[in-house]
């Protein structure tokens, strides 16, 4: 896949669990190009709010947020071998507690915050400053790059996307119920998609990539096709 003659801004949203961040990974791998998890910094923001006692019986303190994101600074570092990008929370490596059944169950609570959601967009504009970045979540094409040069919605069947978590999870040696993870997978896009502030859904200039009979190769040639049919593959006089 051959880059787009400048350097230019991708921005992935959609449902959980549908291979996003694979999807962005292996394209920014193939543009050598930088990629952002925003999910991974909700997550970041999460931890430091349950850390600093801020979240009580599914309730959090919104009054002592700002002076916790006065000081936050999340930054992710790539390890060569094997190849991972790992997250970072005040100089700390969280990549494994963020991705803990206590974050994720606490994480709509704090993503629905409006001044939650203000830092961390300013902190994710400022990221693409120089373009040359993928970053995926649920509002990047909505409100975070509003003008990105290429918006794709990711999708697939909400059993399609159960199977697969299903699958990752038993092979990792975990003992999991399939219904489970449906009724998780279907209640997450119900938060994300009717929450209040920046709820979940496809901008109208975005491409819809529904993934749910697509190996991670074919999705990477339907981009190099739409990537080969913008104009951004063209020489400027
Ligand atoms: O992509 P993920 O599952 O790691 O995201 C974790 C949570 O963060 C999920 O509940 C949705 C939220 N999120 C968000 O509100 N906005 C984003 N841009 C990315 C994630």
């Known amino acids: 896949m051959s880059a787009p003659v400048r350097k230019i801004i991708i921005a992935i949203d959609g449902h959980s669990s549908c291979g996003k961040s694979t999807f962005a990974k292996a394209i920014a791998a193939k543009l050598d190009y930088i990629y952002i998890d925003s999910g991974a910094m909700y997550r970041a923001v999460t931890l430091a709010c349950m850390e600093n006692s801020l979240i009580r019986d599914g309730h959090l303190d919104e009054k002592r ?32 507690r963020i991705r803990s059944v206590d974050v994720a169950s606490n994480v709509s609570l704090v993503s629905k915050s409006r001044i939650v959601r203000k830092k961390l967009v300013s902190m994710q504009r400022e990221m693409g400053r120089d373009k040359g970045i993928v970053m ?24 399609i996307r159960a199977g697969r978590r ?45 993934n749910s009979y697509m190996t991670p190769e074919q999705q990477l040639e339907w981009f190099s096709n739409i990537l080969l049919k913008t104009d951004l593959m063209k020489c400027r006089k």
């Open 65 to 96: 947020l700002p002076e916790i994101l006065m000081n936050i600074e999340i930054c992710f570092q790539k390890k060569p071998s094997p190849q991972i990008t790992e997250t970072w929370l005040n100089g700390v490596n969280v990549e494994e």
């Open 166 to 210: 299903y699958r990752e999870l038993r092979d990792k040696g975990m003992d999991v119920d399939f219904n489970d993870i449906l009724e998780n997978i279907s209640e997450r896009d119900r938060l994300d998609e009717n929450r209040s502030e920046s709820p979940l859904k496809k901008a109208p200039d975005a491409l819809l990539l529904d």
């Open 136 to 159: 995926d979540g649920r509002d990047i094409g909505t409100v975070v790059f509003p003008h990105a040069d290429i918006k794709i919605f990711m999708t697939a069947d909400p059993e």
